[in-house]
């Protein structure tokens, strides 16, 4: 099993997630492409810091808005995705080759993530820009999102991706953070979850109905209070089910 949590989430003097200590306990790095947060200096310190640990640093590609820290959807035409997906990728595997790594997976982030898992045209926006960059590259997504559908078509690489503390809607979908209860913040829950979904493949929906999920990689995120406290209890509760964790891809130092 991958465990994988966002990380450069800052910008300039803010920082937005614990990058160090969250390193010490992930297995792959999303790093922010500096769209919906994230700079130069940010990328650089933690593709730096990712490449000495031996972490699998991927792209966590979003629509333009820092405002809105890319959680809100953007109807933005298909062919400027492509682009926009693109120079993310290769901003961030330009830090990445930089401090000895690369970068060897893509993720979207939030508005994006989500509005692919049905949204037919702008997920063959993301995946002809990762098929156009490298075509070797995995890509996290939800199980059954049209994305990881298209991703596959296309001869990339798909990983199933669960969720440690978000909730589930019945159709395996995440519920939106504007709805109560879209976040989970009891820590034990949240480790509880994360054990059933690596050993029994499922997750209790919002509505007590079981939902398949079978991840390959499970997202810890470090944005939540008490992430990296969350993210430690994880690990070590996966360590403990009898559960080996490992980077779904290689890195560098492996390639």
């Known amino acids: ?10 910008f300039g003097i803010w920082p937005l997630t614990h990058d160090d200590a969250l390193l010490d306990i992930v297995t792959s790095a999303n790093v922010a492409c500096g769209f919906h947060a994230g700079d130069p200096s940010v990328l650089r310190k ?3 810091r990712a490449a000495e640990r031996g972490i699998a640093v991927g792209a966590q590609v979003a629509y333009r808005d820092l405002p809105g820290f890319g959680r809100r959807f953007i109807d933005v035409d298909p062919a400027e995705l492509v ?11 330009g830090f990445a080759r930089v401090a000895g790594t690369r970068v060897s997976y893509v993720k979207p982030h939030g508005a994006l993530y989500n509005a692919i898992v049905q949204h037919a045209e702008q997920a063959a926006a993301v ?5 156009t960059y490298d075509a070797s590259l995995p890509v996290l997504g939800l199980p059954g999102s049209e994305w990881l559908r298209q991703a596959e078509a296309a001869g990339l ?3 199933r991706e669960a969720f440690a503390d978000r909730a589930y809607t019945p159709e395996g979908t995440l519920v939106s953070r504007r709805q109560p209860g879209s976040v989970i913040h009891d820590a034990d829950e949240v480790v509880r979850r994360v054990v059933r979904m690596a050993t029994e493949g499922t997750v209790t929906a919002i509505d007590g109905s079981v939902v398949q ?9 470090g944005d939540t209070p008490g992430a990296v406290e969350i993210a430690r209890g994880v690990r070590e509760a996966l360590v403990a089910a009898g559960v080996s964790l490992s980077p779904f891809t290689s890195t560098a130092e492996d390639a």
């Open 46 to 48: 933690v593709t730096t």
């Open 127 to 131: 995946v002809e820009a990762v098929r």
């Open 1 to 10: 099993m991958d465990l994988n949590s966002d990380l450069g989430e800052g």
């Open 213 to 221: 999920v079978e991840p390959e990689s499970v997202c810890v995120h």
């Open 157 to 159: 690489r798909p990983i």
């Open 83 to 93: 682009n926009d997906v693109i120079y993310q990728i290769a901003a961030l595997d």
